[in-house]
């Protein structure tokens, strides 16, 4: 169940940890100096974590560079709402939040796309304005937020290619705006964007503090993962037990077998540690029970 303390990131991040924060908070040290994420993607861990100080990285520059706008225009909220109204309609998008909702002959002609179709000339145009120069976070925010799967996809060339999603910027986006605005404008977040390992030692993690790892999953699918391979997933935890040789806390998420497939290499090295099993995501529609994934949270204290 999710508790209703626990806030969703505007960014709606595909496996996000927002259904399992809960579970893996519950395992966290009471006193956090500095909470430590090399890997923080849409930020729903650190978003929902109390700590003194909050560093948190991405080697997604774009995933960063959203993080640092939405930081950013915390302090100047008026601003941030009216440049996204603005654009919403220069491009004449659809906006439930703000009642602006799609004609009713769309909902009725196309039941299950109408979203889509209604958007999608609209979401072209403000895609292909984006790819010319790319520096403007708000436009790839609407993006992402109007985008298929609400995904941060890029071809090979460095465009932004993600299609239109039969999803709308809707009063549920408002509210994750609005919940990431008041928590980070409190906290003393740092953010960077580099590979974990650069970063841990950037860091310099002590006893004081506590690194959570949700490191991209040998044996599931996103787009993501496509960066990590096996050699990643043993410097990833040779790394973790340097860390525990000089006494610093981690805890990390990871999946032992998801379907037909087994990651050996991640569970013959979490049985030198604690290994909580998480109640997953992956839950079978008909018995309610998540036979097909086994999820875990591994921690060193
Ligand atoms: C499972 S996701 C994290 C999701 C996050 N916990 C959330 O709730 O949104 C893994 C993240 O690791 C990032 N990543 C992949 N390879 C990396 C690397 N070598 N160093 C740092 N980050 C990396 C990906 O960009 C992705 O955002």
Same mark, same amino acid.
């Not at 895609?127 to 925010?141: E, G, H, P």
């Not at 050996?264 to 909580?276: R, S, T, V």
């Not at 099993?277 to 591994?298: A, W």
């Given at each position: 169940m999710i508790n209703s303390n626990i806030i969703r990131s505007p960014?709606? +991040? *595909?496996? &996000?940890k927002f259904k399992l924060i809960s579970q893996i908070k519950q395992?966290? $040290? %009471? %006193? *956090?100096n500095r909470f430590i994420e $090399?890997?923080? =993607? =849409?930020g729903s861990v650190f978003l929902n974590t109390d700590a003194n100080e909050y560093l948190i990285n991405d080697i997604n520059s774009y995933m960063i560079q959203l993080h640092n706008m939405l930081i950013q225009s915390s302090h100047d909220e008026k601003f941030f709402w009216d440049n996204i109204k603005r654009l919403i309609e220069e491009y004449g998008l659809s906006a439930t939040f703000l009642n602006k909702d799609i004609p009713t002959e769309y909902r009725q002609l196309y039941k299950k796309t109408y979203f889509a179709k209604y958007n999608k000339d609209s979401y072209t145009k403000l895609r292909a304005d984006f790819n /010319? &120069?790319?520096?403007d976070m708000i436009r790839l925010y609407l993006l992402l937020i109007y985008g298929f799967n609400r995904m941060l996809r890029f071809n090979a060339k460095g465009d932004f290619n993600l299609p239109v999603g039969?999803? &709308?910027?809707?009063s549920n986006v408002e509210k994750a705006l609005h919940d990431y605005f008041n928590l980070v404008k409190n906290k003393n977040i740092h953010t960077y964007n580099m590979d974990f390992l650069d970063f841990l030692n950037l860091a310099? $993690?002590?006893?004081?503090d506590l690194v959570y790892l949700d490191p991209p999953y040998l044996i599931t699918f996103s787009e993501?993962? /496509?960066?990590?391979?096996n050699l990643d997933e043993i410097r990833m935890l040779k790394t973790l037990d340097k860390l525990d040789k000089i006494g610093v806390k981690f805890a990390i998420s990871n999946v032992i077998w998801h379907k037909n497939r087994y990651n050996a290499i991640f569970n013959e090295w979490a049985k030198n540690y604690n290994i909580k099993k998480i109640k997953s995501?992956? *839950?079978? +529609?008909?018995?309610?029970?998540? /036979?097909d994934s086994y999820e875990v949270l591994v921690t060193n204290f």
């Amino acid at each position: 169940m999710i508790n209703s303390n626990i806030i969703r990131s505007p960014f709606f +991040y *595909i496996g &996000d940890k927002f259904k399992l924060i809960s579970q893996i908070k519950q395992s966290f $040290p %009471k %006193k *956090i100096n500095r909470f430590i994420e $090399p890997f923080c =993607g =849409g930020g729903s861990v650190f978003l929902n974590t109390d700590a003194n100080e909050y560093l948190i990285n991405d080697i997604n520059s774009y995933m960063i560079q959203l993080h640092n706008m939405l930081i950013q225009s915390s302090h100047d909220e008026k601003f941030f709402w009216d440049n996204i109204k603005r654009l919403i309609e220069e491009y004449g998008l659809s906006a439930t939040f703000l009642n602006k909702d799609i004609p009713t002959e769309y909902r009725q002609l196309y039941k299950k796309t109408y979203f889509a179709k209604y958007n999608k000339d609209s979401y072209t145009k403000l895609r292909a304005d984006f790819n /010319k &120069d790319k520096s403007d976070m708000i436009r790839l925010y609407l993006l992402l937020i109007y985008g298929f799967n609400r995904m941060l996809r890029f071809n090979a060339k460095g465009d932004f290619n993600l299609p239109v999603g039969n999803v &709308d910027f809707n009063s549920n986006v408002e509210k994750a705006l609005h919940d990431y605005f008041n928590l980070v404008k409190n906290k003393n977040i740092h953010t960077y964007n580099m590979d974990f390992l650069d970063f841990l030692n950037l860091a310099n $993690p002590t006893t004081e503090d506590l690194v959570y790892l949700d490191p991209p999953y040998l044996i599931t699918f996103s787009e993501y993962n /496509k960066l990590w391979n096996n050699l990643d997933e043993i410097r990833m935890l040779k790394t973790l037990d340097k860390l525990d040789k000089i006494g610093v806390k981690f805890a990390i998420s990871n999946v032992i077998w998801h379907k037909n497939r087994y990651n050996a290499i991640f569970n013959e090295w979490a049985k030198n540690y604690n290994i909580k099993k998480i109640k997953s995501n992956y *839950i079978s +529609y008909h018995d309610n029970t998540e /036979k097909d994934s086994y999820e875990v949270l591994v921690t060193n204290f």
